[in-house]
């Protein structure tokens, strides 16, 4: 079976947004896990860099969108322009939101505010859930994603339980408290096991082009990775608050989370989607990229075909006529044996019936 690797199609899909996101969650899991084990000890206002830098890149891309809309109304007719415009509005007051509560755990974390309970640094964190229930039926209705939508508000019950229990209101062991994520938890690893059964029959069915074998294959690889360490931190660290593994670190805890956030960054090469005016780019940010960078054009919208046999070279030898002169490959000539020889067809002259 052929390998194909192709710049365009993961340039066409790739969604900036969600890697800047996963990217900035994976070095602050990693500082802020050094950070509990000691192991650093740098301020928090420094571990939260990267998430003041998500939230920076959010606001000035909110602000210059806002000012191309407003400093040029035709571009409002432009397709599903006004929708899109809503929804990095509700994302951006979404966002500010996240940012009250992270600035105040932060202060929390740091001492300051000691007095300060962790069911008022919450409240901005659950009053985002429960917006987040009417931001759901909003996107469906207008077919946009919802993903950090759907997990606020589904986690609303969790994020009480949390905030209680770091306030000692309530004494339950951790493995109680998360009985919520634990519910969660149990709903996507269903998923899962779906995902998976669905690529092996797919595999096995000689009706489906390979593309949708790979693309449910990857799929389920993607989800699968994304689901069980997932699963293994929240068990891990669990144990570790109820004194059961106490021997483990906060770092080696994380792991299993760091795996899954870059799992995250890796599938978002293959996700579509995201909001077309954010800076007002008013396009893809790959394809704007392109734009500016008229180098970057060579290198992506080329494929490479790895082929094991001699009929996979022959494809490949008409696959390369197929394609612009831009984009070919130049490949070294071989001797004469190795050049296909050409297919006579003879004519056939059909005599037709009186």
Request: charged share 15%; aromatic share 14%; net charge neutral.
């Amino acid at each position: 079976m052929p390998f194909e690797l192709n710049f365009k199609n993961i340039f066409h899909d790739f969604n900036p947004s969600k890697f800047v996101v996963y990217g900035c969650l994976v070095v602050f899991c990693l500082l802020f896990s050094l950070r509990l084990d000691n192991f650093i000890i740098w301020s928090y206002w420094i571990i939260f860099l990267p998430i003041w830098f998500w939230k920076l890149l959010v606001m000035v891309g909110a602000i210059v969108g806002s000012y191309v809309w407003w400093r040029n109304p035709h571009y409002r007719l432009e397709g599903d322009a006004c929708t899109q415009y809503k929804a990095m509005i509700i994302c951006t007051g979404m966002h500010l939101l996240l940012f009250m509560f992270e600035l105040l755990a932060c202060i929390k974390l740091e001492g300051k505010r000691e007095q300060v309970m962790w069911i008022l640094v919450f409240i901005p964190l659950i009053f985002m859930a429960v917006v987040s229930i009417g931001i759901c039926v909003w996107a469906v209705k207008h077919e946009r994603t919802f993903e950090m939508e759907l997990f606020c508000s589904v986690n609303i019950l969790q994020f009480i339980f949390l905030a209680l229990r770091l306030d000692e209101f309530i004494r339950w062991p951790w493995v109680i408290v998360f009985i919520p994520l634990w519910i969660v938890m149990c709903v996507a690893l269903i998923g899962v096991l779906y995902a998976i059964i669905l690529a092996i029959i797919l595999l096995k069915s000689p009706d489906i082009i390979p593309e949708q074998k790979r693309g449910n294959l990857f799929s389920a690889v993607g989800y699968t990775c994304l689901v069980v360490p997932m699963l293994v931190f929240e068990i891990l660290l669990v144990n570790k608050e109820d004194g059961i593994h106490l021997e483990l670190t906060y770092t080696e805890v994380a792991i299993p989370l760091l795996i899954s956030l870059v799992t995250l960054m890796l599938m978002s090469f293959g996700t579509k989607g995201g909001n077309q005016w954010w800076f007002g780019l008013r396009k893809d940010f790959c394809l704007w990229l392109l734009g500016h960078c008229p180098l970057l054009q060579e290198y992506g919208n080329i494929s490479y075909k790895v082929q094991g046999d001699d009929r996979d070279n022959q494809e490949q030898n008409s696959d390369l006529a197929d394609r612009p002169i831009s984009t070919r490959h130049h490949y070294k000539r071989g001797s004469p044996e190795d050049t296909p020889s050409k297919i006579r067809v003879h004519v056939l002259s059909l005599d037709m019936p009186d």
